[in-house]
């Protein structure tokens, strides 16, 4: 039982990445007042381009690790590229933010699927990213393997939640997005310009969302599919609203998340006569009923979410 | 500004989308290779070049329509429906529960019962987002994305196990699909696989259309949607038509799935929602949220869905090219939408125009 119990919960922080780093991405998003509904989009096509990297360079073997690295960054270029896309959609054009999502969403999902098939054709492994034991931590009985023998990856997506953090309340810029995203014409009138900030808090989004696709398909399956996604990207939106725009919040709703998850693949491995389906379903019920208890009476929303900003007309 | 001023305003940026949409589309096909100006024609003329063809892409106009239809009401109505692929996987499930509960049942008694199975069905799973919106201001986008996910699990698990085919468990192929529904719930056949579905679309899209713009619940809904402040004040309970209007889009939605299955396939098997969910936004947009342009908005859609399954042999580019072209006529048109309806640009760009004149004068 308590093997059980630490194995679910050792697959917690490296599962969770992918979440943890698309939501902190949609959080810039939201809290510069953009509401990103394409992060699935975006995180699919971060994944097979992360993935396509160190397939081309080792036809499936082994790979020097620059190359994984090599396809994280291009991942968060091309994510960033997305980000500027979508600027260029919601924030110059002043498109409804939620339909243009769901087109973002599918030609994202769709262009991954196209090129992947060109590309690689079907399913092929990589050889992915090692998991490293931390010396002497990961030597603590249950603790050890819960938190210090995980891949550089989770590792670093976990350090950058603090710094999620200091960048969005304690400098100047993240100070910039918040006040673009609350009240852009009290903003405007500072002499901040809202199209620009709204801009590169896409740019960060998006990056980061390219990230968590990478991560997903470089470190934690090791291989690119079309329903390797499944959701994770809507999820990550449902989840900064459950963490209430806060970076530290939205860590620990990823962590909970996770642990719904991790709950399939127990039931797979332990062979529980228990229908695979309903473990699966388990996360997106989860979030359906988060969302019920959430969405009233929301007072730390960013107040200008999902209004695009027009200079010229009074409101 | 004159009159033909505004006209070729219009028509430059609709140009201006068209080309962008083509040229983004002409991007993806280049990447990997292809030959961009006969994968278009594979796509595009090629289905219509034989009757046979014409008829596949009348059977996948169908759903396409149907669906469509009801995500306009939602639409219209202030509420973005993008759960249509769960509400029609409920949809077949409830057309398929009544089709193995009652197989000797005559035929005018259970094909529409079975088609009323699968309106609820698909009705049900269409409430639920809109009353979570309504009561609780849960966001329709996530929480109609997440009922799509588990629909479909719900689904496999009913195909695998309640609604398994007794043949599969004797032979143990394990393939997870229903038996053969009886010849009750059968929708006639007009040509090949063509299906009197037809007829029903074309018959729901014109009742929607008087509902939506004849009645006064019609009135009622598009009010809540045009301005949800405005009409709270003139005592549209506006809560409730969002919940109808999810219901009614979520009972399409259904339906759809249920002609899809009583004419083309005739068993549940996995994989008939085909995205056709999705797609439906599309075609709703590019409809103009109006019955009227749905109609021939689902037969493009169909004709382009139809010729991506062709693409694959003629020209060697994957089906997925049609959630890319889906994907990105999405966003061409509630981008141009925006920019048309931008009132100041226009203004701008009018002026542009006289000075431009009269330095040439």
Partial sequence: MIDIITNMLAMCIPFSVALLLASIGEMFNQRAGVFNLGCEGVMAMGAFVGMLIPFLAGGGGSVPQWYNALGFLAAALLGAFFGLFFGLVTVTFRAPQGIAGIGLQMFGVGTAGTLFRHFVGGTQSIPGIPDVDIPLLSRIPFLGDILFSHNVAAYLAYIFVPIAWYILFKTPWGLKVRAVGTNPRAADSMGINVSRTRYEALVVGGALAGLAGAYLSVAQAKMFSDTLISGRGFIAVALVYFGHWHPLQIMGGALLFTLAQTFQTIVQSMGISFPYELAVMLPYVLVIVVLSFTSRNQTTAPTALGKPFNREIRT | ?361
């Fill in chain 2, 1 to 361: 500004m004159t009159r033909g001023f505004r006209i070729a305003f219009r028509v430059v940026i609709m140009a201006l989308a068209a080309i962008s949409a083509i040229l983004m589309a002409s991007i993806i096909l280049w990447m990997i290779g292809a030959d961009v100006s006969d994968t278009f024609y594979t796509i595009v003329f090629e289905p219509l070049t034989k009757m046979l063809h014409i008829s596949e892409v009348l059977i996948r106009a169908i759903p396409l329509c149907i669906i469509a239809v009801g995500i306009s009401v939602a639409y219209r109505s202030g509420i973005i429906n993008i759960g249509a692929e769960g509400q029609m996987a409920m949809g077949l499930l409830a057309f398929t529960g009544v089709a193995l509960a009652f197989p000797d049942v005559p035929r005018p008694l259970l094909l529409p019962l079975a088609l009323l199975a699968s309106m609820i069905g698909g009705g049900i799973w269409g409430f639920i987002p809109g009353i979570l919106k309504a009561k609780l201001n849960v966001s329709e986008l996530l929480s109609t994305v997440m009922l799509n996910y588990i629909a479909a699990q719900f689904y496999s698990l009913c195909l695998r196990t309640i609604y398994l085919d007794p043949a599969e468990q004797v032979y143990g192929t394990g393939t997870p699909q229903s038996m053969k529904l009886t010849e009750n719930v059968w929708l006639g056949r007009i040509t090949g696989r063509l299906h009197y579905g037809i007829l029903l679309a074309l018959i729901l899209a014109v009742l929607i259309f008087i509902l939506m713009w004849k009645t006064s619940i019609g009135f009622r809904m598009r009010a809540s949607g045009s301005c949800a402040r405005a009409a709270r004040y003139g005592g549209i309970s506006v809560g409730f038509y969002l919940a109808v209007s999810m219901a009614i889009s979520g009972a399409f939605a259904g339906l759809a799935g249920g002609v899809e299955l009583a004419g083309v396939h005739r068993r549940a098997i996995e994989g008939i929602t085909n995205n056709y969910g999705f797609s439906g936004v599309v075609v709703a947009l590019f409809g103009g949220l109006h019955p009227f342009g749905i109609i021939p908005a689902s037969f493009l859609f169909g004709l382009l869905i139809y010729g991506s399954t062709l693409a694959p042999t003629k020209v060697g580019v994957p089906a997925n090219i049609v959630q890319v072209m889906q994907g990105i006529i999405i966003i061409v048109i509630v981008t141009a939408q925006m920019v048309l309806s931008n009132t100041y640009f226009q203004d701008r760009v009018w002026r542009k125009y006289q000075a431009l004149r009269k330095k040439e004068v």
